[in-house]
């Protein structure tokens, strides 16, 4: 099994889910921004690794531009070193456009997960060498207005058959990168990995997430996390 298989299934499945009112536009960015996904793994995700981080979905001015994990336009470009040719959805939001590394908004979150890691790690090489970044789900869900709507808040059918596929995406790349740790981004994360991975014996964690819309987050996110981190025993510098 590899990560491009477990893409390439995940895709197909993927594909053959309905998400009805209030979700008008649905993005997948392991569609039109392929190309950028496989070169992050390619160049980062080999071997195993100590931790895996999971965010909860792509945000629209991160993942959902760029095609990389947190993917706030400006990290993959300058520290990652990442920039591909990136596509459009296919029934693109008005107000959600996709411009792939032209895109000038930032995505907080994004920007404040690599901005970590590039002031505790200093390269991306040594930052990989331990820890991996992921999203458990790679879809963007938008409502008529253009406001994202999380996948915890869909429709419970459409929530169940999304979390099977995404689950078992999961669990078959923690059996390639075969962690110590699983640390959800937040209590989504931990609360999908969790039971996700029941009966893996792998050791599951929390930190805090890094959006703007988390008062926590606001209040020094570095700092949060890396006191998250002391606790759970994780040595980070």
């Known amino acids: 099994m590899s990560i491009k298989k477990i893409t390439d299934d995940l895709l197909s499945e993927l594909k053959r889910l309905k998400f009805g009112l209030p ?5 997948n960015p392991l569609e039109y921004a392929r190309e950028s ?16 981080l999971i965010g909860m979905n792509p945000g629209p001015f991160g993942m959902a531009q760029t095609g990389v994990p947190f993917g706030e336009v400006e990290a993959v470009k300058q ?13 693109p939001h008005p107000k959600r456009p996709v411009e792939g590394f032209n895109c000038h908004r930032s995505e907080v979150s994004g920007r404040r997960v690599w901005g970590w890691a590039k002031e505790c790690f200093n390269t991306p090489e ?3 060498r331990r820890f991996l970044i992921l999203n458990y789900c790679p879809l963007v869900f938008m409502e008529e ?7 915890d808040k869909l429709a419970k059918e459409e929530r169940n058959l999304l979390y099977r596929s995404c689950d078992a995406a999961l669990l078959k790349t923690v059996q ?12 989504f994360a931990e609360k999908r990995a969790q039971l996700a991975l029941k009966g893996v014996g792998v050791r599951i964690e929390r930190i805090t997430h890094p959006s703007p819309a988390n008062p926590k987050a606001n ?10 981190f002391r606790e759970m025993g994780v040595k980070i510098h």
């Open 176 to 187: 390639i990168y075969r962690p110590k740790l699983v640390i959800g981004i937040g209590a």
């Open 23 to 27: 979700v008008t536009h649905v993005y």
């Open 79 to 91: 520290w990652l070193k990442i920039e591909t040719a990136v596509g459009k959805p296919g029934k």
């Open 219 to 228: 209040r020094g996110w570095a700092k949060c996390i890396e006191k998250e």
């Open 37 to 52: 996904y496989d070169t992050y793994f390619s160049r980062y995700g080999g071997g195993t690794k100590e931790i895996l």
């Open 126 to 128: 040594n930052f990989f």
């Open 145 to 151: 207005s253009g406001r994202n709507r999380t996948p």
